[in-house]
């Protein structure tokens, strides 16, 4: 399968606790997204990576939240100390780097989070 | 700021049915792009169809066509003979290119559930 996955898929945690959240983007795609969703909405841009460099965050992106991509090719995205309000599904999604006739990010399924 | 609007929560249709999807955006950009994306129970994004703020030639692609009126900021989707498979969320999504980045600001989505 050469699309974009993602680890877990489900995770259950009680509030207070770290969780850890792992996308592979299409390896050729140099540039990597996460977003959530939470029920009934539409997915909400959180942060992006050009290779390894985090190019951009959402206000979204509390001090607990934070995301990495080390080597430019998977990624992370940790949560702290998680809240009920964390739970959401999170969403990876990977592109080429955008010209401007593109902009066509592929998503993976995504990794569903219920804080207890 | 960016937005988009999906009016419809909910469509319910007959198979064979065409049915329209509405999308009403804001955006201050002059250069921007609108996408339609698919939202299967499964959980993955599916990117549907594109356009740019260029080109307001309608297009079809199979059973695919959209209706973009940048004088109403409207950016409509059309399914023809729609079928079972159909079912899904669609969500509408502007991108526009302010910091050069790629991210996406999505409507909240219209439930389309099509019955035999």
């Known amino acids: 399968d050469t699309g974009v996955s993602q680890d877990p898929r489900h995770k259950i945690t009680k509030r207070g606790q770290n969780v850890t959240f792992r996308c592979d983007p299409i390896?050729?795609?140099?540039?990597l997204y996460w977003y959530r969703q939470t029920l009934g909405q539409g997915p909400e841009f959180l942060t992006y990576?050009?290779?390894?460099?985090?190019?951009?965050k959402s206000r979204l992106l509390s001090d607990r939240f934070s995301a990495e991509r080390p080597k430019g090719s998977f990624s992370t995205l940790e949560i702290q100390r998680t809240e009920q309000g964390d739970s959401a599904m999170y969403l990876c999604?990977?592109?080429?780097?955008?010209?401007?006739?593109?902009?066509?990010?592929?998503f993976g399924e995504g990794s569903r989070l219920t804080v207890l | 700021a960016q937005k988009v609007t999906q009016a419809q929560t909910e469509i319910s249709v007959v198979e064979k049915e065409d049915v329209t999807l509405d999308c009403v955006y804001e955006?201050?950009?002059?250069?921007?792009?609108l996408f339609w994306y698919k939202q299967p129970p499964s959980g993955e994004l599916v990117f549907l169809i594109r356009?740019?703020?260029?080109?307001?030639q309608n297009e079809i692609s199979g059973r695919y066509s959209w209706n973009f009126q940048k004088s109403t900021s409207s950016f409509n989707f059309t399914i023809t003979a729609s079928q079972v498979v159909d079912s899904a969320v669609y969500f509408c999504?502007?991108?526009?290119?302010?910091?050069?980045?790629?991210?996406?600001?999505f409507g909240t989505g219209t439930q389309l559930k099509v019955e035999l």
């Open positions: 999604a990977s592109s080429l780097t955008a010209g401007v006739s593109t902009g066509e990010l592929f």
């Open positions: 390896s050729e795609h140099n540039r």
């Open positions: 990576f050009q290779n390894e460099a985090q190019l951009e």
């Open positions: 955006t201050r950009d002059t250069t921007y792009y």
């Open positions: 356009r740019n703020s260029f080109d307001e």
């Open positions: 999504a502007l991108r526009d290119l302010t910091g050069g980045g790629n991210k996406l600001t």
